[in-house]
């Protein structure tokens, strides 16, 4: 119970923090929106259907703290994505683990290919298909991990501060796993994000997944904010915390993203 107090106090005091940085007397426009996407891992897991456009190229530095049972972890994770094509991206990560939890296979290397085949219309949401290849490069790690996603995404209404609603379903196959392990993994997150000011986005989800020990599941939510410094620096701040007894007791995680066309 503590610790859920003191995460709550810890949620409140990242909201007024990241809300004393903007000038609140800003008009919204959204051609003059510089904070446009919702990146995984920056600040919260939920991932927006729309990849990057055609050329672009985004540098990123992901932090983040993990409060576990009985232990706690530290990743850092350097990040790149390219929109190789129209509609294509490409994400390549090396998430490298510390502290006293298990650390199995910090320095894996992640590589993700996005499709959005379905462009957003009046009524239809924009869908993006992923796959991704957890490699085992990394501490004590075998197999290779696969990730199978489906990602939608809708604007509701004509409203500048553009609310939308997002649907990540994920299954992943876990052929390092062992003898206590499941061998398929399947989770779903679902979140709402909308722009504060022209250059300050908030994002909120909930997220439900199955842990590699077989009957383990845990339920998370998360609450975070995207801030443009520039018109090619991005900054990230969130903060989640578990809701059952097998989830992570909270986690705090930060990002800054540098954007090159």
């Given at each position: 119970?503590?610790?859920?107090?003191k995460t709550c106090c810890?949620?409140?005091?990242?909201?007024?923090?990241?809300?004393?940085?903007?000038?609140?007397?800003?008009?919204?426009?959204?051609?003059?929106?510089?904070?446009?996407?919702?990146?995984?891992?920056?600040?919260?897991?939920?991932?927006?259907?729309?990849?990057?456009?055609?050329g672009e190229l985004d540098?990123?530095?992901?932090?983040?703290?993990?409060?576990?049972?009985?232990?706690?972890?530290?990743?850092?994770?350097?990040?790149?994505?390219?929109?190789?094509?129209?509609?294509?991206?490409?994400?390549?990560?090396?998430?490298?683990?510390?502290?006293?939890?298990?650390?199995?296979?910090?320095?894996?290397?992640?590589?993700?290919?996005?499709?959005?085949?379905?462009?957003?219309?009046?009524?239809?949401?924009?869908?993006?298909?992923?796959?991704?290849?957890?490699?085992?490069?990394?501490?004590?790690?075998?197999?290779?991990?696969?990730?199978?996603?489906?990602?939608?995404?809708?604007?509701?209404?004509?409203?500048?501060?553009?609310?939308?609603?997002?649907?990540?379903?994920?299954?992943?196959?876990?052929?390092?796993?062992?003898?206590?392990?499941?061998?398929?993994?399947?989770?779903?997150?679902?979140?709402?994000?909308?722009?504060?000011?022209?250059?300050?986005?908030?994002?909120?989800?909930?997220?439900?997944?199955?842990?590699?020990?077989?009957?383990?599941?845990?339920?998370?939510?998360?609450?975070?904010?995207?801030?443009?410094?520039?018109?090619?620096?991005?900054?990230?701040?969130?903060?989640?915390?578990?809701?059952n007894s097998d989830s992570?007791?909270?986690?705090?995680?930060?990002?800054?993203?540098?954007?090159?066309?």
């Open positions: 119970m503590l610790v859920r107090v810890l949620t409140l005091v990242l909201i007024l923090v990241i809300l004393s940085l903007d000038d609140w007397t800003k008009v919204i426009a959204a051609d003059e929106s510089e904070v446009e996407e919702v990146e995984k891992g920056s600040p919260t897991q939920l991932e927006d259907a729309y990849p990057l456009d055609y540098v990123e530095g992901l932090f983040r703290y993990e409060r576990l049972s009985h232990a706690h972890r530290f990743v850092l994770s350097p990040r790149l994505e390219y929109g190789f094509a129209p509609k294509w991206q490409i994400r390549l990560t090396a998430p490298l683990f510390t502290g006293t939890a298990d650390t199995t296979g910090s320095g894996n290397l992640q590589g993700e290919l996005l499709w959005n085949f379905q462009p957003e219309a009046y009524w239809v949401p924009a869908i993006a298909v992923s796959v991704e290849g957890d490699f085992p490069t990394g501490r004590a790690a075998q197999g290779i991990d696969t990730t199978l996603k489906l990602l939608a995404s809708k604007t509701l209404g004509t409203w500048i501060a553009r609310p939308q609603v997002h649907l990540n379903l994920a299954w992943t196959h876990h052929s390092g796993r062992m003898p206590d392990e499941r061998p398929d993994l399947y989770g779903f997150i679902i979140g709402y994000s909308q722009h504060l000011t022209a250059r300050l986005m908030i994002v909120a989800d909930y997220f439900r997944q199955q842990l590699a020990l077989a009957g383990r599941t845990e339920d998370v939510l998360e609450l975070g904010f995207r801030r443009a410094m520039s018109g090619t620096t991005v900054v990230a701040l969130g903060a989640g915390y578990g809701l992570r007791d909270f986690h705090i995680q930060a990002g800054i993203e540098v954007t090159f066309k």
